[in-house]
């Protein structure tokens, strides 16, 4: 092993076996006392079997918390182990999800029993309210080809162009969750500042049809339409760097509704059809109360229960907590 940085302590372990790939992390925090004096020792985390480890050539780059590290140091795996880019790990998300917690220590384990595709630790994913209803609007990208998915510009298409620019991340694709102003308002200013093509279910297109109406229901002018370039149905995969985009058309909010399901992340961005405690609401043109249930239960209530739920508003939830407090759904 090229050896235990002093300051930032932290000890991998690599086991390559029949085609098996385990990474154990044992991540300290700064202020661990037993482990920032000078010259000491990490404590490893104990193995379920006994393996020869062998060396790793690459050097950890200094980090501050705990969870910068866990991102600083697959980064380094990605980048110094070529053998490693083209392994999947069923719960690598868990990694941003791994709290800054100082002054304490953590091990993680992370296994897969097969090498798979390559897996992105570093996707981006930025959650913008938007406009007056503040719609959450999500800015997917790739840290490896610098490519984004933008779903749901509803509004204030300068900050969303603010959060690309940080990142340096270009737009492949402008993705429609349904033709509600609050969701679709800002396509036209993002397809013309970034020429990508936007995606939304055909079965919206009359609802977009009624933008004007929708914008005097708000009192709010009413935005520029912009053409939709290619329609998103079910079963439809847009691709960003490893992550697949998988579109599920879960009608009932409107006729045109979509979910975008994301394996890799385990994650589900719902627009307006599953909220926390609540669901898409069935009384505007286009809705129907008995089609949501059906899309919520055949769709989306099948995911895993730990898969994180981005819906159109509000707080973040999961399928889980949903199946066992949402009261829409009992």
């Known amino acids: 092993m090229y050896g235990l940085l002093k300051k930032d302590p932290m000890r991998v372990f690599q086991d390559v076996q029949s085609e098996r790939l385990r990474i154990w992390l044992a991540v300290v925090s700064r202020d661990q006392d037993a482990c920032i004096e000078e010259g000491s020792n990490c404590p490893a985390p104990a193995l379920p079997e006994a393996s020869p480890f062998g060396d790793l050539t690459f050097k950890l780059a200094p980090v501050q918390t705990l969870a910068t590290g866990c991102c600083v140091l697959v980064s380094q795996l990605l980048k110094h182990s070529p053998q490693l880019g083209n392994l999947g790990f069923r719960r690598a998300s868990v990694l941003r999800r791994i709290p800054v917690a100082l002054g304490r220590s953590l091990f993680c384990c992370f296994c897969h029993d097969s090498i798979v595709s390559s897996y992105n630790w570093h996707m981006i994913h930025a959650i913008l309210p938007v406009g007056m209803l503040q719609c959450n609007c999500s800015v997917l990208g790739d840290e490896s080809s610098r490519e984004a998915i933008v779903v749901d510009p509803g509004d204030n298409i300068d900050q969303i162009l603010l959060i690309l620019a ?79 985009l998988h579109a599920l058309h879960t009608p009932g909010h409107t006729q045109g509704s979509v979910s975008l399901w994301i394996p890799l992340e385990n994650k589900l961005i719902a627009g307006d059809t599953l909220f926390r405690d609540s669901i898409g609401r069935t009384d505007l043109p286009g809705g129907d109360s008995r089609k949501i249930l059906r899309s919520i239960h055949e769709k989306l209530m099948t995911l895993p229960e730990d898969a994180v739920v981005i819906p159109g508003h509000g707080q973040s939830t999961t399928i889980g907590r949903e199946k066992r407090f949402n009261p829409f759904l009992r």
């Open 166 to 244: 940080h990142h340096e991340l270009r737009v492949k694709a402008i993705v429609i969750t349904h033709a509600h102003i609050d969701h679709i308002g800002g396509a036209q200013k993002l397809k013309a500042a970034t020429g990508a093509p936007v995606y939304m279910n055909e079965d919206d297109a009359p609802l977009y049809d009624t933008l004007e109406m929708q914008a005097g229901w708000l009192g709010i002018p009413t935005p520029a339409r912009t053409e939709i370039d290619s329609p998103l149905r079910d079963g439809d995969t847009l691709r960003l760097g490893p992550a697949e």
